[in-house]
């Protein structure tokens, strides 16, 4: 199986603040990788798709970059709505497989 | 709008069963691909199976030979049959589209199983 490794597992930051986060696959998964984001008691959205694809209705602010083992999801400036956690999830070979989370706190 | 409730959830004991089911509406379901996904309380999502239009099932090793998943297209509608329940499947279930590039493009809910004694 496809492991994922997200970095860090939470983050403090700033309102306006710019924000990566890190995701590495344990093998190539080409751009097979999507992000997204869960706020408490609700089921995930999707953000991004084929690693830099921008999911309809989803600010411009986020964005995604990488291929084969190591992705980002950049937040240009934080706003309060992007306190949640952040999930990415590689797709290229079953099982899918998820990261472990990253959770975006408030500093 | 494309809409997707699940329900059949609740306590059971370990190695009992339980059947979850997804009602979709808002799109041509039969034409879709299907999947579930966990997450334990407190815990991370793990996707559990996947369901083609064409009857292509693919299952997490966590629950493979236990889970079932199906589909009846006439009453657009998923279902995951659970047997063999362990306390460790305890989550919530989500049901989600898949379409394209995009493996979870919308969710459910979500379904509480609790698997006590």
């Known amino acids: 199986d496809i492991q994922m490794t997200q970095s860090p597992s939470t983050l403090s930051a700033s309102i306006g603040d710019r924000v990566t986060i890190t995701c590495r696959a344990s093998q190539s998964i080409n751009s097979g990788l999507a992000w997204y984001q869960q706020k408490p008691g609700k089921a995930p959205k999707v953000l991004i798709y084929?690693?830099?694809s921008l999911e309809s209705g989803v600010p411009s602010s986020f964005s995604g970059s990488g291929s084969g083992t190591e992705f980002t999801l950049t937040i240009s400036s934080l706003q309060p709505d992007d306190f949640a956690t952040y999930y990415c999830q590689q797709y290229k070979t079953y099982p899918w497989t998820f990261g472990q989370g990253t959770k975006v706190e408030i500093k | 709008e494309v809409q997707l409730v699940e329900s059949g959830g609740g306590l059971v004991q370990p190695g009992g069963s339980l059947r979850l089911s997804c009602a979709a509406s808002g799109f041509t379901f039969s034409s879709y691909e299907m999947n579930w996904v966990r997450q334990a309380p407190g815990k991370g999502l793990e996707w559990v199976s996947y369901l083609s239009p064409g009857g292509t099932t693919y299952y997490a090793d966590s629950v493979k030979g236990r889970f079932t998943i199906s589909r009846d297209n006439a009453k657009n509608s998923l279902y995951l049959q659970m047997s063999s329940l362990r306390v460790e499947d305890t989550a919530v279930y989500y049901c989600a589209r898949t379409v394209a590039d995009i493996p979870f493009e919308y969710w459910g809910q979500g379904t509480l199983v609790t698997v006590s004694s």
């Open positions: 084929k690693a830099s």
